[in-house]
T-cell receptor, first 111, second 120 residues
Framework: RKEVEQDPGPFNVPEGATVAFNCTYS??????FFWYRQDCRKEPKLLMS???SGNEDGRFTAQLNRASQYISLLIRDSKLSDSATYLC????????????FGTGTLLAVQP | NAGVTQTPKFQVLKTGQSMTLQCAQD?????MYWYRQDPGMGLRLIYY???????DKGEVPNGYNVSRLNKREFSLRLESAAPSQTSVYFC???????????????????FGPGTRLTVT
């Protein structure tokens, strides 16, 4: 079983739609959580960190459920430019900077 | 500020050939990483360097060696390339927890544009 699991998609949604992705992690000692965005044939870039209390950045909302060990990302009012692969990323506990990356969920926003 | 740079962008090797992938960062980061990305597998850590002078194996180190040449540069060497090493290779860097950055950004990794390697 992978340490970080995501639905690969693709999620095909019309512009303006609301879409949500979930991600589960298996290591209960995981300490920090993130969503990265990767455009086609480009490098990953940090989209947002995920805080225990949930956090919002414009049209993006991230939530963490430690009891069930899942993370979610909600995108409201989808834009064509949101089309990308969204990577769920987890940092294990302890004194390490290493991150564990999920395989990503592909989002395609249609005009 | 170029961020993280990688060379070359593309490379085709024959089985058994060797090559070195170069990576440099100009953000004064302590930690650097090499990943490979394959379809359906996600990003997998090959080697990392927590700070200048140290290197450690990641998840898939076999067939690779690394050198942390100085704080800026971290190279990845394939001594005898195999078709299974066909992949996209990303270098990344991050600051350390001791650098006084905001906690929520402490683990952010900055990636280079990648090297697309094909081994025939």
């Amino acid at each position: 079983r992978k340490e970080v699991e995501q639905d690969p998609g693709p999620f095909n949604v019309p512009e303006g739609a609301t879409v949500a992705f979930n991600c589960t992690y298996s290591n209960s000692a995981s300490q920090s959580f993130f969503w990265y965005r990767q455009d086609c044939r480009k490098e990953p870039k940090l989209l947002m960190s995920v805080y225990s209390s949930g956090n919002e950045d414009g049209r993006f909302t991230a939530q963490l459920n430690r009891a069930s060990q899942y993370i979610s990302l909600l995108i409201r009012d989808s834009k064509l430019s949101d089309s990308a692969t969204y990577l769920c990323v987890v940092k294990r506990g302890g004194a390490t900077n290493k991150l564990i990356f999920g395989t990503g969920t592909l989002l395609a926003v249609q005009p | 500020n170029a961020g993280v740079t990688q060379t070359p962008k593309f490379q085709v090797l024959k089985t058994g050939q060797s090559m070195t992938l170069q990576c440099a960062q100009d953000m004064n980061h302590n930690s650097m990483y090499w990943y490979r990305q394959d379809p359906g597998m996600g990003l997998r850590l090959i080697y990392y360097s927590a700070s200048e002078g140290t290197t450690d194996k990641g998840e898939v180190p076999n067939g690779y060696n690394v050198s942390r040449l100085n704080k800026r540069e971290f190279s990845l060497r394939l001594e005898s390339a195999a078709p299974s090493q066909t992949s996209v290779y990303f270098c990344a860097s991050s600051d350390s927890l001791m650098a006084g950055r905001l906690v929520e950004r402490a683990y952010e990794q900055y990636f280079g544009p990648g090297t697309r390697l094909t081994v025939t």
